[in-house]
């Protein structure tokens, strides 16, 4: 699986960005992809997920202003953000999910994209 994170860069506050992620080597099934970010001095967190079926999951944070979607066909993963905050600024990371003990866990991870979003 190869995954690789394009569209960070600097936005004022309110302002928009779209990430995207060219996605190869990856079974579009039960198992999702994700967004994730990472601040300098922080935990990596999570952001949004997709799955095969259109089902999104959101973090509370992100909720209203980021909006997750996918072109199987590219195939590749968008990440939408609107409405950025200072505390947005991160670098952003697409993972995709595999299997584990029958759970979907997130097993591959592009090299990540940063956000910087000033006042």
């Known amino acids: 699986v190869y995954l690789a994170e394009s569209g960070g860069g600097s936005v004022q506050a309110g302002g928009s960005l779209k990430l995207s992620c060219s996605v190869s080597?990856?079974?579009?099934?039960?198992?999702?992809l994700n967004w994730y970010r990472q601040a300098p001095g922080k935990e990596r967190e999570f952001v949004s997920s997709?799955?095969?079926?259109?089902?999104?999951r959101y973090a509370d944070f992100v909720k209203g202003r980021f909006t997750t979607s996918q072109d199987i066909g590219k195939p590749t993963l968008y990440l939408q953000m609107n409405n950025l905050k200072t505390e947005d600024t991160a670098t952003y990371y697409c993972?995709?999910?595999?299997?584990?003990?029958?759970?979907?866990?997130?097993?591959?991870w592009g090299q990540g994209t940063q956000v910087t979003v000033s006042s």
């Open positions: 080597g990856f079974r579009f099934g039960s198992c999702g």
């Open positions: 997709i799955r095969g079926d259109g089902t999104t």
């Open positions: 993972a995709a999910e595999q299997k584990s003990s029958g759970l979907c866990l997130a097993g591959y």
